[in-house]
């Protein structure tokens, strides 16, 4: 299970007091709190303790959560006095802030989400940094459901401009799979290639790599695993 690094940034600063926590959830956005409360209940339930213990040990960070869940003896049998759960708390602010009971996870969408310019920028960083080795599923822990489906629309618009470009310039696709697949495999090379290319499309364009990875592919079976559905 990869959990969200917010979550051990969260139980950082809370420093163990909820009344910290309180503090910096109030400028959480409502997806945001319910993305963190998710994680906090996913990881006290990895942990082989009485739920109370499981929680408290969420709020004393990530490393006391590491040694319990290696060594479930390294935790107390009953909870300390004072102990608190980060999940309950997030709930109980999301409560007084929006007049509702925290879900279980973020609402879909009500509509139809746009290209936002900006987007590209955060898909290149996550392009270098799976690039490096880093799975997308860890890369994007911390990204809520519509910041994932920002980035989807992002993937998609860069997309559709490479595989009309090659179809300006190259007619059918010789390869016979049809541009949009090699566009979707020239994705993964990031933005230095992609705007080369953009630039001055390549004479030979089936010169990616047949096996590159299909990163629209990779996000959706992200967004697929955390919501139930695919991205929109």
Known sequence: MTFSPVLWWAAREAAGDA???????????????????????????ELAAEPGVAAWAVTQGEQVWKDALRDPK?????????????????????????????PDQEPAPSEAARFEPAWEDVLWDVVDVIGVGVPLEQALATYTRP?????????????????????????????RTGWMLWAEQALGRGKA???????????EPHEIPGDAPLLREALDAVYRARYGEPMP
Do not use: C, N
């Open 193 to 203: 290639s992609v705007e080369a290319m953009l630039a001055e499309p390549p004479r």
């Open 74 to 102: 390294t935790l107390p049998r009953t909870a300390p006095a004072g102990a608190w759960d980060m999940a309950a708390v997030l709930a109980e602010v999301y409560r007084r802030r929006f007049g509702a009971a925290l």
């Open 19 to 45: 009344g910290k926590l309180r503090a910096l959830a109030q400028g959480a956005t409502a997806e945001q709190l319910v993305l963190l409360a998710r994680r906090a209940r996913e990881a006290a339930a």
């Open 147 to 175: 910041e994932l489906i920002g980035l989807g629309v992002a993937a998609r618009h860069v997309v559709d401009r490479l595989a009309e470009q090659a179809e300006e310039r190259f007619g059918d696709d010789p390869g």
